[in-house]
């Protein structure tokens, strides 16, 4: 799973790099693909973008740029029978601190996230290799104060069987739990296009072929 994380890792700093990115919005779902010219891992990794789970803030707002919660599909496939080597979440708070909200947005290390799908038993799964990432700080003229951008990262490790449970729930509810906080997000506040998301991965990168 290193160079899986290593190739999520990278996407997260790109995500972050330019200060402008989804001023105006959320940018579209897209799928990345790792370089594999100069592994020997024998593996392909494809890795969502811009999966965020709701537009719901930790803050009791909504989100209208790019920040909040999102939860990306990554799958490894063995190149010589298409076989999948690993399936995970990688998992990303985008937020920023100060700016008068003090950590008010921020989970802390990241620990587990949990599905509760409508159907059967909750889906418990817990992030590993978690990571704190601080960013730029910017100064707003206006109100006087100063912020910091921060992504709180982690992988989740699914099963194949229980991540089509999470992509075609009919009734969808998360919590994800921090070493801070915990936040929920309720049926009405998973975004719509989160599960399709999901599914439009799934049967593009993972199903099998």
Same mark, same amino acid.
């Given at each position: 799973?290193?160079?899986?994380?290593?190739?999520?890792?990278?996407?997260?700093?790109?995500?972050? =790099?330019?200060?402008?990115?989804?001023? &105006? !919005?959320?940018?579209?779902?897209?799928?990345?693909?790792?370089?594999?010219? /100069?592994?020997?891992? @024998?593996?392909?990794? /494809?890795?969502?973008?811009?999966?965020?789970?709701?537009?719901?803030?930790?803050? @009791?707002?909504?989100?209208?740029?790019?920040? @909040?919660?999102?939860?990306?599909?990554?799958?490894?496939?063995?190149?010589?029978? @298409?076989?999948?080597? =690993?399936?995970? /979440? &990688?998992?990303?708070?985008?937020?920023?601190?100060? !700016?008068?909200? !003090? $950590?008010?947005?921020?989970?802390?290390?990241?620990?587990?996230?949990?599905? #509760?799908?409508?159907?059967?038993?909750?889906?418990?799964?817990?992030?590993?290799?978690?990571?704190? $990432?601080?960013?730029?700080?910017?100064?707003?003229?206006?109100?006087?104060?100063?912020?910091?951008?921060?992504?709180?990262? !982690? &992988?989740?490790?699914?099963?194949?069987? $229980?991540?089509?449970?999470?992509?075609?729930?009919? =009734?969808?509810?998360?919590?994800?739990?921090?070493?801070?906080?915990?936040?929920?997000?309720?049926?009405? $506040? #998973?975004?719509?296009?989160?599960?399709?998301?999901?599914?439009?991965?799934?049967?593009?990168?993972?199903?099998?072929?």
């Amino acid at each position: 799973m290193k160079s899986v994380h290593s190739f999520a890792a990278c996407l997260l700093i790109a995500l972050a =790099a330019p200060a402008s990115a989804g001023l &105006f !919005g959320l940018p579209k779902f897209k799928v990345e693909q790792s370089d594999d010219r /100069f592994s020997t891992s @024998g593996t392909t990794t /494809f890795t969502g973008v811009w999966n965020r789970i709701s537009k719901k803030s930790l803050a @009791g707002g909504v989100h209208i740029d790019s920040s @909040g919660v999102f939860v990306e599909p990554v799958v490894s496939r063995q190149k010589s029978d @298409g076989a999948i080597a =690993a399936l995970s /979440f &990688f998992v990303h708070n985008e937020t920023s601190e100060g !700016g008068g909200a !003090g $950590d008010v947005l921020s989970l802390g290390q990241l620990q587990r996230i949990t599905f #509760v799908t409508g159907e059967g038993a909750p889906i418990p799964l817990e992030v590993v290799s978690g990571e704190r $990432d601080v960013g730029t700080t910017s100064y707003n003229s206006v109100t006087r104060t100063a912020s910091t951008r921060v992504s709180e990262s !982690g &992988f989740a490790r699914v099963s194949p069987g $229980d991540y089509q449970r999470i992509m075609n729930a009919p =009734a969808l509810i998360a919590r994800i739990e921090g070493s801070r906080r915990s936040m929920t997000y309720e049926v009405k $506040d #998973v975004s719509k296009s989160f599960q399709v998301n999901l599914r439009s991965f799934w049967t593009a990168h993972a199903a099998s072929k």
